[in-house]
């Protein structure tokens, strides 16, 4: 059973509009959440994170909603610009020392110019 | 600079080979683990350590065994008893504080002669 859902296989988006990418969770103790872009035959790389103490968090082009009581977590990117395509996953932990992360199946995203 | 180093980038096991995948980090990160990704799917976890000497099974353990007898070094070894191997390895890092974000490698790309 999938504990980390993200639901849309992959997203088209026009350059210079919004971006939305959703992710959703079954397990209500995960209480940090990051999400992270992946380019093809790459590593991923680090986007932004979330605690469970916020509902919001921002850096730049790129903010996260979470809703805790829906589980259900959103990433948004402002504006949108080509070279944000690429592979998005969201990934959740419980925090503990030895907490692991689990991943969703990742959205494609593609920005059209 | 700071990193982690996964090689090969692709590597070709035979029929009843064991292959050897390499990562080393310096970024004096407590935690290494090993994910595996297949086409179209999410992160799922090997194997992974906290400490040096010390390691455990993720979600899909079978057919692959580790060692970590150096913080630097966590070698993933793919038996012959894997009778899946093809897929894309990706080793990660993170310090052992709580809510410290996973820092991946480039990957390496294993596929069956």
């Known amino acids: 059973d999938q504990q980390v859902k993200q639901n849309s296989p992959s997203l088209s988006v026009q350059e210079g509009r919004i971006s939305i990418l959703n992710c959703d969770y079954t397990?209500?103790?995960?209480?940090?959440f990051l999400w992270y872009k992946k380019y093809p035959a790459e590593g991923p790389t680090f986007l932004i994170s979330?605690?469970?103490?916020?509902d919001k968090n921002e850096d730049g082009r790129f903010t996260v909603f979470l809703n805790k009581s829906a589980k259900h977590l959103s990433l948004h990117i402002v504006p949108s610009q080509p070279g944000d395509s690429a592979v998005y996953f969201c990934?959740?932990?419980?925090?503990?020392?030895?907490?692991?992360?689990?991943f969703g199946p990742g959205t494609r995203l593609s920005v059209l110019p | 600079d700071g990193g982690i180093t996964q090689s090969p980038k692709y590597l070709f096991r035979k029929e009843g080979q064991n292959v050897t995948l390499s990562c080393e980090q310096n970024?004096?990160?407590?935690?290494m683990y090993w994910y595996r990704q297949d086409p179209g799917q999410g992160l799922r976890l090997i194997y992974y350590?906290?400490?040096?000497?010390?390691?455990q099974k993720g979600d899909i353990a079978e057919g692959y065994s580790v060692s970590r007898e150096k913080k630097e070094s966590f070698p993933l070894t793919v038996t012959s008893a894997q009778k899946n191997p093809t897929a894309f390895y990706l080793c990660?890092?993170?310090?052992?504080?709580?809510?410290?974000?996973?820092?991946f490698g480039s990957g390496t790309q294993l596929s069956v002669l």
């Open positions: 990660a890092s993170r310090a052992g504080r709580v809510n410290e974000k996973l820092f």
């Open positions: 397990n209500s103790m995960f209480d940090y």
């Open positions: 979330i605690s469970s103490i916020k």
């Open positions: 990934a959740a932990s419980a925090g503990n020392y030895g907490q692991n992360f689990v």
């Open positions: 970024l004096n990160h407590d935690a």
């Open positions: 350590s906290q400490i040096v000497n010390d390691f």
